[in-house]
């Protein structure tokens, strides 16, 4: 994605972040690091998280942040919470166990 004048507070900061190929939900957009080197500046990554998403990894942006997330983990920390937190819930299983 080149050539697209966006405000970072308005079209990135709290967006939610979707797997472009999936739709899978996979996070909100913390905080946008950006390239101060040129006139312009550019957005060089987003985090979400403790994950740095290359701007090239950017498929689309719309309400919400499509990613190609192909080496990204961003559900990391909620598979901890289900797995350790939410699973040992009583009744907190699949309805058919």
Aim: net charge negative; aromatic share 4%; glycine share 8%.
């Amino acid at each position: 994605m080149t050539g697209k004048i966006l405000h970072a507070q308005l079209h990135l900061m709290d967006r939610q972040l979707i797997d472009y190929r999936s739709g899978a939900l996979l996070g909100k957009v913390d905080d946008v690091e950006l390239d101060l080197s040129s006139e312009i500046p550019t957005v060089a990554a987003l985090i979400s998280g403790h994950q740095r998403i290359p701007a090239a990894d950017i498929a689309e942006i719309d309400s919400a942040v499509k990613i190609t997330p192909y080496q990204l983990n961003l559900t990391k920390g909620d598979d901890w919470v289900e797995q350790h937190l939410i699973g040992k819930i009583p009744g907190a299983g699949d309805e058919t166990e």
